[in-house]
Every structure is written in structure tokens, then in C-alpha cells.
């Protein structure tokens, strides 16, 4: 990859124009991730692969230079030997916002840079299936982005929220951590709040939601049972909740969901699920046979009479697998095969790296 430009620093990074400078090249090249640790040079994901500047190696005090450019927080700067790990955001005018997580690896910092456009994506740029702008015009009801990791979740939910954003009167909330995309409102009005700058954790800015008169609530992620509670009630009580789950697939994503609970709350969460859940869209990001970045392939569950029945008594009824296979044309719904197997027809991914993906 790329070098830098020296700083006459003899700690160039105590420089945050040599920052600015690593993540203007590294946006340059089409990478997604900015990887900064302590042993190698400065790193950067492009096309799915961890490619280095060609730099000297990063130092215990170039990470510690760093994170004193990127925390806000003076308790946190104040004490950063007992830091282990941190999430926040950083922006650069002009290249772009990031996610940003620092953690300790080794007795040094680490740094991983998610890098977000200003601008936030459409569902057709990203290539999204159709149900997801249905599942964004519904009124009420719990709806869930799937998948492991910088597979493009957030990304997902941003256009959901954009298109609402411009199709709908309603007032948004949504609870990030920390926040990504910043929407400028058009025909809605959203409020967005960040985990430890504007409310204390996702439980309590989800009690607190709703009592903000919401229509809907974007929840960054559903990661304990208090959570997932919480934003069950809401979807009950008339709003739309739209959050993520680190799931692979449909699935697991309701086998984690009920694990959430008391094994003794089982049936009666399936039972809720099964009233107030309005969709689940689980997402891989696969290699495009062009090498032009990434082509989504996404699995689909939409709520018929027969996915209800099956979520609140899945004994003697269809699984939920043969319910997608089934619902394609008539509701829009798909497995992983049946997309990747498209993607394989069309050209978009190899029929090596679709395989794969399938588990074959």
C-alpha cells in the first residue's frame, strides 16, 4: 500500500495531520477498516484483504499518541492505564466519520477505524432485498438485521431509517454505539443518541424512548436478555423497532433470541415473538467476481400466519427454512442458497466463494 508523507515529529503521530493523512490514503484505496497495533505498520482492509502502508511499525507510544487524538472523554484520558477497551467516533472533514474501537492487546492499545461515508446509502446502493424497504414502511413491530461483523448491518439500518426519513412523518430515536451515519432531517424528525456521551446504556435509553413519543426506535444492538425485553414491550405497545444481532442466520438468530430468556419463559416469549416480530434480514458480504468490492447475499424471514405458527410451536409445524423456500414470489422471502445460488447464475459472485459460503 501506499506511504506516508514523514512528519518532522520525531513521533509522527503525535501529529493528527499525519492521522488525517493515513485515513484520507486509506479511504483512497477502497479499504473499510483502518488497523493500528503495535508491532506492524499501519494496516488497512481492502476487498476483504489486511493490506500495510509502507511504513515504519507502529510503536506502544504511536497507539497511545493516537488514542489521545481520538478520546473525548477527559475521565478516560485521564487514566489511560486502566483503559481495555473503548468505542467512540471520529470524524474528518472532508474524508469522512468513523467507528472507532480502541483495546488493549499485549499491555499495548489497538485501534480498529470502521470508516462511514458522509452520505448516507440508499437500500438500491447497497443492493438490500425489497422486504427491507417494506419491512422499514411498517407501523409497528420488531424488526432484525443479522449477521457476523462488518457484514454491513448498520449500513443496512441506515438506509432503512434514510428511507423513512423521506417517505414518512415520524419522529425517530435511535441508540448507537457509537453513532455512525448522521441523518439530516427531511420529512421525519430523528433524534440520535450515543452510548455513554447522551444516555448511560441501550436498557435505559430504550425505557427512556419511550416516553420521547417515538414512532420508531433504532437500537444499535439487542446484546443482553434486559434489552431484548425492552425493546419487545415497545414493539407491543405500537412502535417500530428496528436493532441487530450478531447472528449468522435466521435460525440462530431465534435460538439466541429465546436463549435470552428463563428456560421456564420459553413458550411465552415465542408466543410474543411470534405476535410482534415483523421480519428478520440476516446478511453475508461475499467477494464480487470482479474484484469491485463486495456483493451482499441476504436471507429473508417475513411474518405469515404460517412463520407465526412455527415461531410459537415450531413441534408439527414447517420449519422455518422450508417457510422461506416456499415464500419467495408471494412475500418476498429467500434462504442463504437460494440468494447465493442467483449470485452464482448471475455472475456477481464465483461459484468457488458462493459454495463455500453455503457451507458445501
Known amino acids: 500500500m501506499a506511504s506516508l508523507s514523514p512528519s518532522s515529529q520525531q513521533n509522527p503521530y503525535a501529529s493528527e495531520a499525519y492521522l488525517h493523512q493515513l485515513l484520507q490514503k486509506a479511504k483512497a484505496a477502497g479499504a473499510r477498516d483502518v488497523h493500528l497495533k503495535v508491532g506492524q505498520p499501519p494496516g488497512a ?11 515504519d511499525k507502529i510503536r506502544p507510544e504511536d497507539t497511545e499518541a493516537l488514542t489521545r ?46 470508516i462511514i461515508p458522509h452520505e448516507v446509502p440508499s437500500l438500491e446502493r447497497l443492493g438490500v432485498p425489497e422486504a427491507c424497504r417494506m419491512l422499514a414502511e411498517k407501523d409497528r413491530g420488531l424488526v432484525l438485521c443479522v449477521g457476523a461483523a462488518g457484514n454491513g448491518k448498520s449500513s443496512t439500518l441506515a438506509a432503512m431509517v434514510d428511507h423513512m426519513n423521506h417517505a414518512t412523518a415520524r419522529h425517530i430515536v435511535t441508540i448507537e454505539d457509537p453513532i455512525e451515519y448522521v441523518y439530516v432531517d427531511d420529512k421525519c424528525s430523528i433524534s440520535q443518541r450515543e452510548i455513554g456521551y447522551d444516555t448511560h446504556s441501550f436498557a435505559s435509553a430504550l425505557r427512556a424512548a419511550l416516553r420521547q413519543d417515538p414512532d420508531v426506535i433504532q437500537v444499535g444492538e439487542i446484546r443482553d436478555a434486559e434489552t431484548m425485553e425492552i425493546a419487545l414491550k415497545a414493539a407491543e405497545t405500537g412502535h417500530l423497532v428496528l436493532s441487530t444481532l450478531h447472528t449468522p442466520d435466521v435460525a440462530r438468530t431465534m435460538n439466541r433470541i429465546i436463549a435470552l430468556s428463563d428456560r421456564e419463559d420459553s413458550d411465552d416469549l415465542r408466543d410474543r415473538l411470534g405476535d410482534a416480530l415483523q421480519g428478520i434480514v440476516a446478511q453475508r458480504l461475499l467477494p464480487r467476481a470482479d474484484g469491485q468490492g463486495m456483493a451482499l447475499a441476504a436471507e429473508v424471514l417475513i411474518m405469515t400466519g404460517s412463520v407465526r405458527e412455527t415461531i410459537k410451536r415450531p413441534l408439527g409445524n414447517p420449519p422455518l427454512k422450508e417457510l422461506m423456500e416456499s415464500g419467495g414470489s408471494m412475500y418476498g422471502m429467500q434462504t442463504f442458497e437460494m440468494h447465493i445460488k442467483e449470485l452464482i447464475r448471475s455472475g456477481i459472485v464465483e461459484r468457488d466463494v458462493g459454495r463455500a459460503a453455503m457451507g458445501f
Open 45 to 55: 482492509r481492502v476487498r476483504g484483504s489486511l493490506v500495510f502502508f509502507r511504513v
Open 69 to 114: 487524538h481520538l478520546i473525548r472523554d477527559p475521565q478516560i484520558l485521564s487514566n489511560l492505564p486502566a483503559l481495555r477497551e473503548y468505542d467512540t467516533s471520529y470524524e474528518v472533514f472532508g474524508v469522512g466519520r468513523f467507528r472507532v474501537n480502541i483495546y488493549r492487546q499485549r499491555s499495548s492499545l489497538a485501534i480498529v477505524m470502521r
